[in-house]
């Protein structure tokens, strides 16, 4: 009788155990579906930070051209030059030295001309309403705000870069709207391909 006892209570408990993995299968939540991955590999983005280093040492190295005003973005090949200079030769210019560049594939212009000069405190103000910009990017969960530039020239906030969607560049483009000061927004970003 014991032994009977015994047995009873193995299969009893071996039964339960079963249908406690049983149960705990079938009531696996499914994993919600994941966004697609980048389609860069290291390799690229190394490649990409390449041609960014020598489209601006290219840059850098003609003396008609004000690189600093400009920014250099790469993706996949495809570079994106914005950023504002005085005059459409300097853009011109800058467009033919970037294409010149071995292993760019294509260049697009997002340069805006300067306009008037400004001052010490337009620029104050200007630097303010880009660090605002930034801030407010980052701050924003439905924005990859690493993905954006932001530069201001008297209250024109110019936004550039490489995004996954253009849901993501409507709200780029909200959020910088949103902030005091800005009087005008360039949009030079790039749905990422």
Same mark, same amino acid.
Do not use: W
């Given at each position: 009788?014991?032994?009977?006892?015994?047995?009873?209570?193995? #299969?009893?408990?071996?039964?339960?155990?079963?249908?406690?993995?049983?149960?705990?299968?079938? @009531?696996?939540?499914?994993?919600?579906?994941? #966004?697609?991955? #980048?389609?860069?590999? *290291?390799?690229?983005? *190394?490649? !990409?930070?390449?041609?960014?280093?020598?489209?601006?040492? +290219?840059?850098? !190295?003609?003396?008609?051209?004000?690189?600093?005003?400009?920014?250099?973005?790469?993706?996949?090949?495809?570079?994106?030059?914005?950023?504002?200079?005085? $005059?459409?030769?300097? *853009?011109?210019?800058?467009?033919?030295?970037?294409?010149?560049?071995?292993?760019?594939?294509?260049?697009? $212009?997002?340069?805006?001309?300067?306009?008037?000069?400004?001052?010490?405190?337009?620029?104050?103000? !200007? +630097?303010?309403?880009?660090?605002?910009?930034?801030?407010?990017?980052?701050?924003?969960? @439905?924005?990859?705000?690493?993905?954006?530039?932001?530069?201001? &020239?008297?209250?024109?906030?110019?936004?550039?870069?490489?995004? $996954?969607?253009?849901?993501?560049?409507?709200?780029?483009?909200?959020?910088?709207?949103?902030?005091?000061?800005?009087? &005008?927004?360039?949009?030079?970003?790039?749905?990422?391909?």
């Amino acid at each position: 009788m014991t032994r009977t006892l015994l047995g009873l209570r193995i #299969a009893s408990t071996t039964l339960a155990g079963v249908m406690t993995l049983y149960l705990a299968g079938c @009531s696996k939540v499914e994993d919600p579906p994941r #966004a697609p991955t #980048a389609s860069t590999t *290291i390799g690229t983005e *190394i490649d !990409d930070s390449v041609l960014t280093t020598r489209v601006k040492a +290219a840059l850098l !190295d003609n003396i008609d051209i004000k690189s600093f005003d400009l920014k250099v973005e790469t993706r996949k090949g495809e570079v994106l030059l914005s950023g504002f200079v005085d $005059n459409q030769t300097q *853009i011109d210019h800058a467009l033919a030295i970037a294409r010149s560049v071995p292993g760019v594939v294509t260049v697009s $212009n997002g340069v805006s001309l300067k306009g008037a000069p400004t001052t010490i405190g337009t620029k104050i103000d !200007d +630097a303010v309403i880009t660090a605002q910009v930034k801030a407010a990017l980052m701050a924003d969960e @439905s924005v990859k705000s690493a993905d954006i530039a932001a530069v201001t &020239r008297d209250g024109v906030v110019q936004l550039s870069g490489f995004v $996954n969607n253009q849901p993501q560049i409507d709200r780029a483009l909200a959020v910088a709207g949103s902030i005091k000061g800005v009087v &005008r927004i360039n949009n030079e970003m790039t749905i990422k391909q």
